[in-house]
């Protein structure tokens, strides 16, 4: 069994990328002069209805419609989505699969290409007529005769250096909160405060210090019950870098921090080096202890160390294999041994592709896997964007429970670590059939230990109907699973512009509760939502949500708000 699902986890990395190169576009090599990608780090400020949150990225950071976007929440996998329309100063985005919540504030990133900076579109200047008497230039002194035209025009130009450079303080600071009220005498709701703060050059030496954090505040008010609430502190990152640039290709980072150079190994509280080659290879290595992935983030039980290396076609890092192992200790006491596997194919006019495999290592003490190599997780996606703004994305994902001893899951027995898994299988895609409307899709297919089920989603998107920069989307979908099937539609009508946003929603579906009683097996949801969003030159970004929810006979008021200030 292990082995098969490792050859599974295998063609899953390797099959669509061998896929991408050959259906067309050129070699990595040879690739067009914009080649060259940046890492563009975004937040949620806005959750809208059908899957589609709002993030603090547009246009004018180089985001584009149809860039893939990744979701990074703190408790639960990475989401995947791509931009479904982008303005000036933020983007909507569509997540892929099952519609899993996504809290306001949320942290992801995008990748983009090099190129789109400093791209301006202007019409070309009009030709200089010079007067019939203006002298004549005098000849010009430097020729430059070692120039040729196939080197950058900034060639001779030195950069300046991170430890010369001034210090630069930037970040941002945000507030989320949202209440519910229902008419069974019950309230519930979390307040959240948080700072992200980047200190460049902090001590002359060119490194920089990076703090991420916040308070929780969490209430469930319930009649006739004992009030129950919480508050937590967390800090989601403290530490300082050094490195990692083109002037020093050797980078150091100690503190709390994710895994820079295979993110897949999660935060660590400790030490991390890694090295970049001059044909792009990165190799690299890492020991601490790992914070629990809980609301404390609690320390100290687990300690692990990693070493990884990444293989890149050239130093554009367009195509990349990696191979990472991470070996941990909890309380003492040999845990986990697990491998990553990755490959990235980044292309922007063709197929690209982007797959990661957990796999884990068991020996003679683990009794629930067995002896041998495990795949734990797969999480694999290719797509394809056209120029006519069409694209395609297929994804499947493959999840596991590890035996470890490391306090990441609540018990289970032996028997439910062997036989627990998931399976899904999704894919997503838009056309324009006029250069007003837009038809979309999304469908999965799903299967456990237990059952199967999927679901699908297909609806049409029409842009400036009624009010310019406004967007109209209706769609159908449904649902069947074990213990449940839905049917239902949705209607949305907004309006984005550069600095002020809006959108009004009303979903109705039917649920169909399997194995219950005739009186009690069907549900109808009506819910009606607003969303207005704001945002400022000066750093500012609002948002507010509001609306109503009726499940069967029970009514529901929902608020909420988000607040940030970047500087």
């Given at each position: 069994?292990?082995?098969?699902?490792?050859?599974?986890?295998?063609?899953?990395?390797?099959?669509?990328?061998?896929?991408?190169?050959?259906?067309?576009g050129a070699p990595p090599g040879e690739q067009r002069e914009e080649a060259g990608v940046e890492t563009l780090t975004l937040r949620v400020t806005s959750v809208r209805a059908?899957?589609?949150?709002?993030?603090?990225?547009?246009?004018?950071?180089?985001?584009?419609?149809?860039?893939?976007?990744?979701?990074?929440?703190?408790?639960?996998?990475?989401?995947?989505?791509?931009?479904?329309?982008?303005?000036?100063?933020?983007?909507?985005?569509?997540?892929?699969?099952?519609?899993?919540?996504?809290?306001?504030?949320?942290?992801?990133?995008?990748?983009?290409?090099?190129?789109?900076?400093?791209?301006?579109?202007?019409?070309?200047?009009?030709?200089?007529?010079?007067?019939?008497?203006?002298?004549?230039?005098?000849?010009?002194?430097?020729?430059?005769?070692?120039?040729?035209?196939?080197?950058?025009?900034?060639?001779?130009?030195?950069?300046?250096?991170?430890?010369?450079?001034?210090?630069?303080?930037?970040?941002?600071?945000?507030?989320?909160?949202?209440?519910?009220?229902?008419?069974?005498?019950?309230?519930?709701?979390?307040?959240?405060?948080?700072?992200?703060?980047?200190?460049?050059?902090?001590?002359?030496?060119?490194?920089?210090?990076?703090?991420?954090?916040?308070?929780?505040?969490?209430?469930?008010?319930?009649?006739?019950?004992?009030?129950?609430?919480?508050?937590?502190?967390?800090?989601?990152?403290?530490?300082?870098?050094?490195?990692?640039?083109?002037?020093?290709?050797?980078?150091?980072?100690?503190?709390?921090?994710?895994?820079?150079?295979?993110?897949?190994?999660?935060?660590?509280?400790?030490?991390?080096?890694?090295?970049?080659?001059?044909?792009?290879?990165?190799?690299?290595?890492?020991?601490?202890?790992?914070?629990?992935?809980?609301?404390?983030?609690?320390?100290?039980?687990?300690?692990?160390?990693?070493?990884?290396?990444?293989?890149?076609?050239?130093?554009?890092?367009?195509?990349?294999?990696?191979?990472?192992?991470?070996?941990?200790?909890?309380?003492?006491?040999?845990?986990?041994?697990?491998?990553?596997?990755?490959?990235?194919?980044?292309?922007?006019?063709?197929?690209?592709?982007?797959?990661?495999?957990?796999?884990?290592?068991?020996?003679?003490?683990?009794?629930?896997?067995?002896?041998?190599?495990?795949?734990?997780?797969?999480?694999?996606?290719?797509?394809?964007?056209?120029?006519?703004?069409?694209?395609?994305?297929?994804?499947?994902?493959?999840?596991?429970?590890?035996?470890?001893?490391?306090?990441?899951?609540?018990?289970?027995?032996?028997?439910?670590?062997?036989?627990?898994?998931?399976?899904?299988?999704?894919?997503?895609?838009?056309?324009?059939?006029?250069?007003?409307?837009?038809?979309?899709?999304?469908?999965?297919?799903?299967?456990?230990?237990?059952?199967?089920?999927?679901?699908?989603?297909?609806?049409?998107?029409?842009?400036?109907?009624?009010?310019?920069?406004?967007?109209?989307?209706?769609?159908?979908?449904?649902?069947?699973?074990?213990?449940?099937?839905?049917?239902?539609?949705?209607?949305?009508?907004?309006?984005?512009?550069?600095?002020?946003?809006?959108?009004?929603?009303?979903?109705?579906?039917?649920?169909?509760?399997?194995?219950?009683?005739?009186?009690?097996?069907?549900?109808?949801?009506?819910?009606?939502?607003?969303?207005?969003?704001?945002?400022?030159?000066?750093?500012?970004?609002?948002?507010?949500?509001?609306?109503?929810?009726?499940?069967?006979?029970?009514?529901?008021?929902?608020?909420?708000?988000?607040?940030?200030?970047?500087?």
């Open positions: 069994m292990t082995g098969r699902r490792g050859v599974i986890a295998l063609l899953a990395l390797v099959g669509p990328a061998l896929g991408a190169q050959e259906s067309g059908g899957g589609v949150v709002v993030v603090d990225r547009g246009l004018a950071d180089g985001l584009r419609e149809g860039d893939r976007v990744t979701l990074r929440p703190l408790q639960s996998r990475p989401r995947q989505g791509h931009v479904i329309l982008a303005s000036d100063r933020s983007a909507e985005v569509r997540l892929e699969g099952s519609a899993i919540a996504i809290a306001v504030g949320t942290q992801g990133f995008s990748r983009v290409p090099l190129s789109r900076f400093g791209a301006v579109d202007r019409a070309p200047a009009p030709p200089v007529e010079m007067p019939d008497d203006a002298p004549e230039h005098p000849p010009w002194e430097n020729l430059d005769e070692a120039f040729t035209e196939d080197m950058p025009l900034l060639r001779s130009i030195d950069g300046v250096r991170p430890q010369d450079r001034a210090p630069i303080v930037s970040g941002l600071v945000f507030s989320a909160g949202n209440v519910r009220y229902t008419t069974d005498e019950r309230s519930d709701g979390f307040f959240r405060l948080g700072t992200e703060v980047h200190y460049e050059n902090p001590t002359g030496r060119g490194g920089q210090l990076d703090f991420v954090g916040e308070v929780n505040y969490r209430f469930t008010d319930v009649e006739g019950q004992v009030d129950e609430s919480t508050t937590i502190g967390r800090v989601d990152r403290l530490s300082y870098s050094i490195g990692g640039t083109r002037f020093e290709p050797s980078r150091h980072e100690f503190g709390r921090f994710l895994h820079d150079g295979v993110p897949e190994l999660g935060v660590i509280d400790g030490y991390e080096w890694n090295h970049r080659g001059a044909g792009g290879a990165r190799f690299g290595a890492s020991a601490g202890f790992l914070p629990e992935p809980t609301p404390h983030m609690s320390t100290g039980q687990d300690a692990a160390i990693s070493a990884f290396y990444q293989w890149a076609y050239d130093e554009r890092e367009e195509l990349t294999a990696t191979g990472a192992y991470q070996k941990t200790w909890h309380n003492g006491a040999a845990d986990r041994d697990l491998f990553v596997l990755k490959m990235d194919y980044w292309q922007y006019e063709t197929w690209d592709f982007h797959g990661a495999a957990w796999l884990d290592w068991y020996g003679s003490s683990d009794t629930a896997k067995g002896t041998g190599l495990d795949v734990t997780r797969v999480v694999a996606s290719t797509s394809r964007r056209y120029e006519n703004g069409n694209g395609l994305t297929f994804t499947y994902r493959h999840e596991e429970l590890p035996e470890v001893q490391r306090l990441e899951y609540a018990p289970v027995p032996p028997d439910i670590i062997a036989d627990e898994h998931a399976d899904r299988l999704g894919a997503d895609g838009w056309t324009w059939v006029r250069p007003d409307r837009r038809l979309f899709a999304r469908t999965g297919a799903w299967v456990d230990q237990e059952d199967y089920g999927g679901d699908l989603e297909v609806g049409v998107e029409q842009l400036e109907w009624f009010l310019d920069d406004s967007r109209t989307e209706l769609s159908v979908f449904g649902s069947r699973g074990k213990y449940s099937s839905l049917l239902g539609f949705r209607a949305i009508f907004g309006v984005q512009r550069d600095l002020v946003g809006w959108s009004a929603s009303y979903e109705y579906f039917q649920s169909d509760q399997l194995g219950f009683s005739d009186d009690n097996d069907d549900l109808n949801h009506h819910r009606l939502l607003g969303n207005l969003d704001l945002t400022r030159q000066s750093g500012w970004n609002l948002s507010l949500r509001g609306g109503l929810e009726r499940w069967s006979d029970e009514l529901a008021a929902v608020a909420g708000f988000y607040l940030q200030r970047s500087f």
